[in-house]
């Protein structure tokens, strides 16, 4: 009775932190390498749960040792970047890209956490283009059949489009 209690309350908690947002759930989210630090938004789903997306920028601008300044033009390159996705009560997820010349050089260090059950599937691949990079993964939870999941990060000019 007690776990029971517990969980309602836990469960208010979530229902009164979502109902609190402000922010609206749209079908992709950009993330501006211009301005760069952390940003996030939240991705509508097809079954309507909004997924929480987090872009950290995790290097230092690269400085230009002859004029000891940033270039702006290398602002943008040789940085990495930590993309997090969060479906609340199913699963968190996360890659690194690296970002030069406007490219994405390498994808790596994915994880994926499931709330309950295990990982069944998990592939980061950067495509050939070196514009896309795609963390997609397979969760079997206890109860209930597998769900499917993924995180598609695009380069796009200065922006870093993620979706589903």
């Known amino acids: 009775m007690k776990t029971i209690l517990l969980a309602s309350i836990w469960a208010m908690g979530w229902n009164t932190i979502s109902m609190n947002e402000t922010v609206e759930a749209s079908e992709v989210f950009s993330y501006d390498m211009n ?3 952390e940003q996030s938004a939240y991705i509508e789903t097809e079954s309507g749960i909004d997924l929480l997306v987090t872009i950290v920028e995790i290097d230092e601008p ?17 940085k990495t970047y930590l993309v997090k996705g969060s479906l609340p009560l199913y699963w968190d997820a996360s890659y690194k890209i690296t970002v030069n010349n406007r490219l994405i050089t390498r994808a790596f260090e994915s994880k994926v956490t499931p709330l309950s059950g295990k990982i069944s599937q998990r592939k980061l ?12 993964f397979k ?11 993924k995180l598609v990060s695009t380069i796009n000019g200065s922006q870093l489009i993620i979706s589903k």
């Open 35 to 37: 301005v760069g630090g």
């Open 62 to 78: 690269v400085q230009n040792q002859s004029f000891n300044r940033v270039s702006s033009s290398l602002e943008l390159e040789n």
């Open 125 to 136: 691949i950067r495509e050939s283009s070196n514009k896309r990079a795609r963390l997609e």
């Open 139 to 149: 969760v079997s939870p206890l109860i209930g059949s597998d769900k499917s999941g």
